[in-house]
Nanobody
Framework: QVQLVESGGGLVQAGGSLRLSCAAS????????LGWFRQAPGKEREFVAA????????YYADSVKGRFTIARDNTKNTVYLQMSSLKPEDMAVYYC???????????????????WGQGTQVTVSS
């Protein structure tokens, strides 16, 4: 089992940047592939980005490609989401999630992640 705690959310103007962090504790960090999801009010939780256990493979939603970067530091048990050129439509609660390294399923589906953080709010003002 792994516990996830996000941080780094806040208020930013459109066009600005934020870096989210997600610290993990518990079972070996490299046992997990990781993802970032977000949920805006009244909307379903949606995929943002994912990264493999080694950090060698990354995936992005089309809506954030070229603006967001996911990375992980396995020595610090932390995954990051660097967000640039933020838009009002990026405003949401952002969640970090983990799925076991050898699990089946998709990196982009909420149902295929076993562990979730509590979320961190990102507010983008226009």
């Amino acid at each position: 089992q792994v516990q996830l705690v996000e941080s780094g959310g806040g208020l930013v103007q459109a066009g600005g940047s934020l870096r989210l962090s997600c610290a993990a504790s518990g079972r070996a960090f490299t046992s997990y592939n990781l993802g970032w999801f977000r949920q805006a009010p009244g909307k379903e939780r949606e995929f943002v980005a994912a990264i493999s256990w080694s950090g060698g493979t990354t995936y992005y939603a089309d809506s954030v490609k070229g603006r967001f970067t996911i990375a992980r530091d396995n020595t610090k048990n932390t995954v990051y989401l660097q967000m640039s050129s933020l838009k009002p439509e990026d405003m949401a609660v952002y969640y970090c999630a983990a799925r076991p390294r050898f699990s089946v399923g998709s990196y982009s589906l909420v149902k295929d992640y076993n562990y979730w953080g509590q979320g961190t709010q990102v507010t983008v003002s226009s």
